[in-house]
């Protein structure tokens, strides 16, 4: 079964500089989430999206913004990068009628050198 | 969000059942009961969730307790590829964000 997929799965920046992320959901699937899993950490929550309008917001950055396209898949834009922005950042999509169960790829490891 | 509260860490023994236990005494009439689980270098993977009745998938049994206020999640056998963190989650059911806590990291061993 086609799952959640996620471009690049590894991606390595300066400073200062930015990055975007790719995510394209489940067939079928009309919303999508963003999470960030710093080192050691628990994945938190940063934004999400159904039907191509934002439906929640968490601890995202002023410096990062996302979208969902019109064939559903997302992006994560990231600018003015920090070293703390170092992590795994996984996207999830779900169906909004199916009891909000959510299924992620395999992730970005984005590297802030 | 209602809080979940877990043990940190938990072994069993491989083909052996394993309950990981979950508290949530705040939690709301509408929230679901989630569970997901990481393995090591992997993202989340769903795993089951319920209401209010006990539950069973290929995956694992969930076992709610009459009030609601704590859950078990049993793995009949654990393997070694049953070795990950386990995350209890609330969740209203509707298209809304996954609240992870510090879950339990569980450890197979042969």
């Known amino acids: 079964a086609a799952g959640v997929i996620q471009s690049p799965r590894h991606l390595i920046k300066e400073k200062r500089e930015t990055a975007t992320l790719k995510c394209y959901p489940i067939p079928r699937h009309d919303t999508v989430y963003w999470y960030q899993q710093g080192p050691g950490q628990d994945p938190q929550f940063l934004i999400s999206f159904y039907e191509k309008m934002q439906s929640d917001k968490g601890s995202i950055p002023d410096r990062f913004s996302a979208q969902q396209f019109s064939d559903y898949h997302s992006e994560l834009n990231m600018s003015s990068l920090e070293l703390g922005d170092s992590a795994l950042y996984f996207c999830?999509?779900?169906?909004?009628?199916?009891?909000?169960?959510?299924?992620f790829g395999a992730g970005t490891r984005l590297s802030v050198l | 969000d209602a809080k979940t509260t877990q043990p940190n860490s938990m072994e069993s023994n491989e083909e052996e059942p394993v309950h990981l236990p979950c508290n949530h005494s705040?939690?709301?009439?509408?929230?679901?009961i989630h569970w997901y689980r990481q393995l090591p270098s992997q993202g989340p993977e769903y795993v089951i969730h319920g209401l209010t009745s006990n539950v069973n998938n290929r995956m694992a049994s969930l076992a709610i307790a009459e009030d609601r206020k704590s859950s078990t999640l049993i793995l009949h056998r654990a393997t070694l590829r049953d070795a990950a963190v386990y995350y209890c989650?609330?969740?209203?059911?509707?298209?809304?964000?996954?609240?992870f806590g510090t879950g339990t990291r569980l450890q197979v061993t042969l």
């Open positions: 989650i609330l969740n209203t059911g509707t298209a809304s964000k996954l609240t």
């Open positions: 999830a999509s779900s169906f909004w009628g199916a009891k909000n169960i959510q299924y």
């Open positions: 705040t939690i709301s009439g509408t929230d679901y």
